[in-house]
C-alpha cells in the first residue's frame, strides 16, 4: 500500500494551508476532507484581521467588505464606538476562502480527498494507519496532522483528550438597514458573558449572530426581537450552529502526530475568532515538520518543539482572554451600564485606541487591569466589586 508523507485530516482553513506549506517543499501529501465540495458551509463570520492576510496567501477575491468602524452596544442602547486609524480586518465569503486555499494546497502538488472521513487513526513505530469512511482502502503515512476543527473523537482516539471547553456559535444571513459600523451587542439578555454580532457585507446584507455557553439558538431569536435590531433585521436563510472550542488542549504532539487550528484550541479566547490563530499554529507545524524531514526523525521529543513555539506565541493571549472574560461574566446589566458611561472617561477610550489590535488583546487586557479607573471600581481580582 502506498505511503503518503503526511495526511492532513481536514480541509479548512488551518489543514489546506498546512497542506500547501509541506506540498511547496516537496512532500507528499494527502488531505483528507469529509464533506464534498458545496455539501456544507462553513459557519464563520468571516471577519479576519488585515495581518493575516499580510502573513499567509489569503485569496483576497473573498473579501467583501472592510471593519472600518466597530460599535459596542450596552443592553440599554448606549453606545461606544472604535475608529482605528486604518482598517482593522476584512469580511470574507468562508467558502471561497476555503476553496482559494485548497486550490493553492492542490496547486502546489497536494492531493485533497473531499467525501473522506477519517473515523480511526492508529500510530505505529513505523507509521500511522487511518481507517477511511467510505473505504474500502485504508490510508498510509508517515505523519498525521489533526486539523479537523472541534473534533473530540480524533483527539481523544490518539490518546491526547480533549480541549478543556467550548462555546456555541449562531449565525444567519440577513438584510439589514441602516448598519454602518460592525456592531457589537452586550448584555446578559443577549448573550450570557459573551457577545452578538451584526456585520455588513455587501447591498445591505449582513451576518448576524452571536456565541453562548448554551441556548444558542433560543438566544438568537430573542436578539432578533431586541428593540435595537428587531425593525432592522430580515433573515433571508437559515440559522446554523457549530461548537467553538474555548481553551487549549493539554498537548497537541505525539509520536509522528501534531494538532493544529481549532482542533488544539488555537483560538482567540476574547472573540472566539479562531482563523489567524489556526494558521499561526499551521505554519508553526508545517516549519517543525519539514525539519523533521530532514533528519527522518518523527518523534515526540522532535514535535515537541511544535507546541513549545505555538504557546510561546498564542498562550499568553488565550490566558489573558479567558481571565478578561471571567470578569466579564460576572457583571450585570446595571454593571455593563456604568462600565459605558465610565468608559468615555478617564482615558479609557484613548488605552484602547492606543493599545487595542484586532487579533492581539492581551496587551489592552492588561494595560485595562493596570489603570487606576479599574483599579479604584473593580479592584484588581477577577470579582467586580462596583
Ligand atoms: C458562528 C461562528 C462565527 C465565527 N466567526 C469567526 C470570525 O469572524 N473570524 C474567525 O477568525 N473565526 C470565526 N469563527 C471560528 C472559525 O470559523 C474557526 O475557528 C475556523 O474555521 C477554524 O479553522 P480550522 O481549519 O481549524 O477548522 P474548520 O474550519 O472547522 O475545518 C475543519 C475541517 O475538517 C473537516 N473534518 C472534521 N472531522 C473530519 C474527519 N474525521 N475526517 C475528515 N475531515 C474532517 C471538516 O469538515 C472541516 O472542513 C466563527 C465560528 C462560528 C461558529
Not at 488542549?249 to 481549532?262: H, I, P
Request: hydrophobic share 40%; glycine share 10%; with cysteine.
Amino acid at each position: 500500500m502506498h505511503e503518503h508523507d503526511v495526511v492532513v485530516i481536514g480541509a479548512g482553513p488551518v489543514g489546506s494551508y498546512c497542506a500547501f506549506e509541506l506540498a511547496r517543499n516537496g512532500l507528499d501529501v494527502l488531505v483528507l476532507e469529509k464533506n464534498l465540495p458545496g455539501e456544507c458551509q462553513p459557519v464563520c463570520s468571516g471577519v479576519i484581521g488585515t495581518e493575516a492576510f499580510t502573513e499567509f496567501p489569503l485569496p483576497v477575491d473573498s473579501i467583501m467588505s472592510e471593519v472600518r468602524e466597530i460599535v459596542l452596544v450596552s443592553p440599554g442602547g448606549q453606545k461606544v464606538f472604535y475608529r482605528p486609524d486604518a482598517v482593522q480586518a476584512y469580511v470574507v465569503n468562508r467558502t471561497m476562502l476555503d476553496e482559494g486555499l485548497r486550490m493553492l494546497a492542490r496547486s502546489n502538488g497536494a492531493e485533497i480527498k473531499e467525501g473522506s472521513t477519517c473515523i480511526g487513526l492508529e500510530v505505529t513505530d513505523r507509521n500511522v494507519h487511518l481507517r477511511v469512511s467510505p473505504g474500502p482502502e485504508d490510508v498510509r503515512a508517515k505523519v498525521v496532522v489533526i486539523a479537523s476543527g472541534y473534533n473530540p473523537a480524533l483527539t481523544k482516539m490518539v490518546g491526547l483528550g480533549t480541549v478543556p471547553g467550548f462555546v456555541e456559535g449562531v449565525q444567519a444571513e440577513a438584510e439589514v438597514d441602516e448598519l454602518e459600523q460592525t456592531e457589537v451587542y452586550l448584555g446578559n439578555t443577549v448573550a450570557p458573558s459573551s457577545f452578538a454580532w451584526l456585520v455588513g457585507l455587501q447591498s445591505g446584507r449582513a451576518r448576524i449572530g452571536l456565541t453562548s455557553r448554551g441556548q444558542s439558538r433560543t438566544f438568537l431569536s430573542s436578539f432578533l426581537s431586541n428593540p435595537f435590531v428587531e425593525e432592522r433585521v430580515r433573515l433571508t436563510g437559515k440559522v446554523y450552529k457549530k461548537i467553538i472550542p474555548y481553551g487549549l488542549l493539554k498537548r497537541s504532539f505525539g509520536d509522528r502526530l501534531m494538532v493544529v487550528g481549532e482542533a488544539a484550541g488555537q483560538v482567540k479566547t476574547t472573540t472566539h475568532g479562531g482563523v489567524y490563530y489556526g494558521l499561526i499554529g499551521a505554519r508553526i507545524a508545517g516549519e517543525t515538520l519539514l525539519g523533521a524531514w530532514k533528519r527522518q526523525d518523527f518523534s515526540t521529543a522532535i514535535f515537541a518543539e511544535y507546541e513549545r513555539k505555538w504557546r510561546q506565541l498564542l498562550e499568553p493571549e488565550i490566558a489573558k482572554g479567558i481571565r478578561f472574560r471571567r470578569f466579564f461574566s460576572h457583571l450585570t446589566d446595571g454593571q455593563i451600564e456604568w462600565f459605558f458611561k465610565m468608559s468615555q472617561k478617564d482615558g479609557i477610550m484613548d488605552l484602547l485606541h492606543k493599545k487595542a489590535r484586532f487579533d492581539w488583546h492581551g496587551e489592552f487586557i492588561s494595560s485595562l487591569i493596570e489603570h487606576a479607573f479599574f483599579k479604584r471600581y473593580f479592584g484588581r481580582g477577577d470579582e467586580p466589586t462596583a
